[in-house]
């Protein structure tokens, strides 16, 4: 040190970074102990015996687990797209206007799903679906791929209404004025520069219909788990470590999801 | 002239029109399948009681309602305040406050900690915030129990060192429910406050040092107030999903710890109480309305201030 | 349209344009007339409504009354992809997912020329704004002046008839928008294409126009060359708005044609107006501050004035005097020499202006 005058620093302040760097181990201690133990040779939890890949195997094999990890996947990509689509659309009608009538209320609604507690949602749909399976005897799996489609627009629509805000509504105008028609100016400037905001929304939704558990939970018929759903069914069992390996998985897949979303996020800037 | 005039008026409801055209999709989906639904909760709170679940159509009962609060006496049939109901409800209300009171004490200087890194880092240190917010919540959830459960890493732990001879129980606690709850929202605290922290002029900082306040003093009459919207944000953002909490206290409360949640829940599996579970559904969202309008207001008069 | 040979036509005629947004009137019925071939200047303070009558040229906003014409033909109703009209967007609005070259061909692949064509075109383009070694870049990665020059390129591309300039200097530095004034003055002579532009700069309007029309809250307050605009102002906005002016109160004491006598404080003066105003009427008389010679001794036609403070400023002095009815008045000398010796603040001095460099303003 080539100065032993300490200055004084302004920003400071006693015993917030011990309690800030604590919070980040805490925040990550559990998550980190459960992938290490996925690892662990040993059939018993909380036993160290070794790194080995046993439990990924076992799980793959349990027909359970691989078919529920194979339906989160398929509901995940199916609503999220279905939602970026809609969230899409709805944000170029919504977004980049004057005001005008009904737009509050428009808004309000799609935002809808973020503000009903998962809960209420869950046994709303449970109530209404019910009724329409005694009426069809349609049973199959368009409940939750609709259930999970409406809660994901709300969230593809974020990183979408943030990207057409900050994109200027010049460019259009500037393609329009070389002569482009409506469906031109959309096909060359709108989408290409809107698509990482769509990328973006597409993740996000993945990542949020992968995560559900409870309107998953009110909304399946028998057979047909998420892997969070049979997760939460095997709660009163004894947590075997093809749980952990399964869970692994789809952490690590969200994990990926959402490091790639905060990529395409901060491209935009 | 009015050539001109009605080709603008024209255009304008073209305008209008495709705009409403283009927000049809996700507007019904929403409706049909997050929004609509709710009336119906609202109607069945208002039905009797079907004998197998359900309930009988078209017979009107305020009994849903009713039996929120009170219960009916065995012998007299009079009506007596529920108290299982009631201690549920508490529980819940208090494991929100706690939570968000928790979340604030962690969360505030989590926040300031991040807004005082270089601003290089301050992406990184935000992404490794939110990351696990994003993620799958009960496999979190799943973690933490692992942790904590009598033949969890903590308990080993202690016992292999001899600070104690049997395990603690930690699992199925409001103990273990509390911390659920901080560590899954402790974003929603983190990000408004770490906002408005950012946002803070810090000149508003030296001057406060310049005129003589000391550490403490400055925290409390120049940084508090500065970020005064971010935490009131932060806590209504956080006490929301906790009341409507259901993942955490059923995987680390068990099944005697219940909060609205899960009493919610249990009324359309084996109480078979639909009226009831729609009332009880409905109290929630009220709640759960009341406390964004709060929150919207807030951010308003925030916008407000802002402008002047 | 009309045969190519037909010069008389006006390229852009606006009439009797009403544009309301909502409550507010942007514009309050505007005529004006622009010529094939010039550079026409929409000279205002900001929030005056000459970028809304710019984008109601181009067709981004459609007027709530009146015709817009384009070589005689209404185009009022047409949206602006089929309008022969480019525009120079203030932040120049270059698409950032594309490369250079693809910004300055995009109008022609719009209107489906082949790609030969657009190839040769971007070519010369990319040469007439001297950024041949740019094509394949994209457009972040230039310089704020480059960005303008391919704005231009791309605005030129298509061959408008007319081409519109939002403020497209503004974000550049001040030797820069030097150097593009002169390159736009050069582009629209090379061209041949009738320039419309809009600044609040008064310089930018003087050193470039053909004609400037002067707007002020939603009106043409006057349009004419960059002298009749200056030195003849039509009111007492224009006046102020273009270059620094005094202003002195007074009233008519007689008249001959359009040349007035001006009863003022301390003395008359005479006046030059575009009317004739009757004597007696109330007027005031504008003096550019470089046009005033400060005299020490009372002299025929001087007025009276109180030195109140010199300030000293290279190639010029500044006098702040006070006239006699109390109004201030600021003028200007060249020092044309290292031994002139300035008036001292306190004299009593006299201010003297001829004839020609008065002008009579009405109201």
Same mark, same amino acid.
């Given at each position: 040190m080539p100065s032993k005058v300490k200055s004084f620093n302004l920003r400071r302040m006693p015993g917030f970074t011990p309690i800030a760097l604590a919070i980040f181990v805490i925040l990550y201690a559990p998550i980190v102990s459960l992938v290490v133990y996925s690892?662990?040779?040993?059939?018993?939890?909380?036993?160290?015996g070794g790194w080995s890949l046993r439990w990924y195997v076992s799980a793959w094999n349990n027909e359970a687990i691989q078919r529920a990890t194979l339906n989160s996947i398929q509901i995940a990509i199916i609503s999220g797209a279905a939602a970026t689509v809609m969230a899409l659309m709805a944000a170029l009608a919504m977004t980049r206007t004057r005001p005008y009538r009904g737009l509050t209320t428009k808004y309000a609604l799609l935002n809808q799903p973020l503000m009903v507690p998962e809960i209420v949602t869950g046994v709303a749909l449970l109530i209404v679906f019910a009724r329409i399976k005694v009426w069809t005897g349609y049973t199959g799996p368009a409940y939750i791929f609709l259930a999970h489609t409406a809660f994901c627009i709300p969230f593809a629509y974020l990183p979408i209404r943030a990207r057409l805000i900050g994109m200027d509504l010049t460019y259009e105008r500037a393609a329009a004025d070389l002569y482009a028609p409506p469906w031109a100016t959309f096909r060359y400037v709108t989408l290409p520069l809107l698509a990482p905001g769509a990328l973006a929304g597409f993740l996000l939704a993945f990542a949020i219909s992968l995560d559900n558990v409870v309107i998953s939970e009110f909304v399946k018929s028998g057979g047909q788990d998420t892997l969070p759903t049979y997760m939460l069914g095997q709660l009163r069992r004894d947590m075997t470590p093809e749980v952990n390996a399964a869970a692994t998985v789809l952490l690590v897949i969200s994990i990926l999801a959402v490091s790639v979303f905060f990529v395409f996020n901060r491209k935009k800037n | 002239m009015s050539v001109t005039k009605e080709h603008s008026e024209r255009l304008r409801r073209e305008d209008v029109r495709q705009r409403w055209l283009l927000s049809v999709p996700a507007l019904i989906t929403i409706i049909l $399948?997050?929004?609509?639904?709710l009336l119906v909760v609202l109607l069945f709170s208002f039905m009797e009681r079907g004998d197998y679940g359900g309930v009988k159509f078209g017979? $009107?009962?305020l009994e849903g309602w009713i039996s929120v609060v009170f219960t009916k006496d065995i012998f007299d049939d009079s009506l007596i305040l529920a108290e299982a109901n009631l201690s549920i409800f508490w529980r819940s209300v208090k494991l929100a406050l706690l939570t968000m009171i928790g979340a604030l004490l962690v969360g505030f200087p989590t926040a300031y900690f991040i807004a005082n890194r270089p601003a290089s880092d301050r992406n990184l240190w935000l992404f490794l915030i939110t990351i696990p917010f994003w993620t799958n919540l009960l496999v979190r959830t799943f973690a933490i129990m692992d942790l904590i459960r009598n033949t969890g890493h903590i308990n080993r732990t202690l016992m292999s060192l001899g600070v104690i001879d049997e395990p603690i129980?930690? #699992? $199925?606690t409001d103990g273990a429910v509390l911390f659920g709850l901080v560590y899954v929202y402790l974003p929603l605290m983190v990000l408004p406050i770490y906002a408005s922290l950012e946002k803070l002029d810090h000149r508003l900082v030296e001057a406060g040092y310049d005129l003589y306040a000391n550490r403490f003093q400055v925290l409390r009459h120049v940084v508090l107030p500065g970020c005064k919207p971010g935490i009131i944000a932060g806590c209504i953002l956080v006490f929301i999903p906790a009341i409507g909490a259901y993942v955490t206290p059923r995987v #680390? @409360? @068990? @099944?005697?710890?219940?909060m609205m949640g899960n009493f919610i829940e249990q009324q359309f599996g084996p109480a078979r109480n639909w009226p009831l579970g729609s009332a009880l559904s409905i109290t929630l969202l009220i709640i759960v309305m009341v406390l964004l309008i709060a929150y919207v207001r807030q951010d308003a008069k925030k916008g407000d201030t802002d402008a002047q | 349209m009309k045969p190519e040979t037909d010069f008389k036509t006006p390229s852009v005629a606006a009439e009797g344009i009403v544009k309301d947004f909502g409550t507010f009137? !942007?514009? /309050? +019925?505007v005529d004006l007339t622009i010529d094939q071939n010039e550079f026409f200047t929409l000279l205002? %303070?900001?929030?005056?409504?000459k970028t809304t009558l710019l984008r109601l040229i181009a067709g981004f906003e459609a007027p709530t009354e009146g015709e817009i014409k384009l070589m005689g033909e209404?185009?009022?109703?047409?949206?602006? &992809? /089929?309008?022969?009209i480019n525009t120079v967007f203030q932040?120049? !609005?270059? &698409? %950032?997912?594309?490369t250079v070259s693809e910004n300055i061909g995009f109008g022609l692949k719009m209107l489906g020329k082949p790609r030969a064509e657009i190839a040769a075109r971007v070519d010369e383009m990319l040469a007439l704004v001297k950024l =041949?070694?740019?094509? /394949?870049? +994209?457009?972040? =990665?230039?310089?704020g002046g480059q960005q303008q020059r391919v704005a231009l390129a791309r605005a030129l591309a298509p061959s408008p008839r007319v081409l519109l300039l939002d403020e497209?200097?503004?974000?550049?530095?001040y030797k820069l928008r030097k150097e593009m004034q002169v390159e736009l003055k050069r582009l629209q002579t090379e061209t041949g294409i009738t320039f419309i532009f809009v600044t609040h700069d008064q310089e930018e309007a003087l050193t470039m126009s053909d004609r400037i029309a002067v707007m002020s809250a939603g009106e043409v307050l006057q349009v004419g060359d960059a002298r009749a605009i200056y030195d003849? %102002?039509?009111n007492r906005f224009v006046a102020d708005f273009i270059g620094e002016a005094n202003f002195l109160e007074g009233r008519v004491e007689s008249r001959e044609g359009t040349q007035h006598r001006v009863a003022l404080a301390g003395g008359t003066l005479a006046a030059t107006g575009d009317v004739p105003v009757d004597p007696g009427a109330a007027v005031t008389v504008m003096i550019r501050p470089e046009h005033v010679q400060i005299v020490a001794e009372k002299t025929e036609g001087g007025l009276p004035a109180l030195l109140e403070r010199t300030v000293f400023l290279g190639t010029d002095t500044h006098y702040y005097l006070r006239m006699q009815d109390g109004a201030e008045f600021i003028a200007r000398e060249q020092n044309?020499?290292?031994?002139v010796t300035p008036f001292a603040p306190g004299a009593n001095v006299h201010i003297m202006v001829d004839a020609q460099s008065t002008r009579l303003l009405r109201d």
């Open positions: 690892f662990n040779s040993e059939s018993s939890v909380g036993v160290w | $399948f997050a929004a609509g639904p017979q $009107f009962s129980q930690m #699992l $199925f #680390l @409360g @068990g @099944g005697k710890n219940m | 009137t !942007a514009l /309050k +019925r205002g %303070p900001s929030g005056c409504g209404n185009i009022a109703t047409l949206p602006p &992809f /089929k309008r022969s932040n120049y !609005a270059l &698409f %950032p997912h594309m =041949q070694d740019f094509a /394949k870049r +994209r457009t972040g =990665q230039l310089s497209p200097l503004s974000a550049l530095d003849r %102002p039509a044309r020499s290292a031994t």
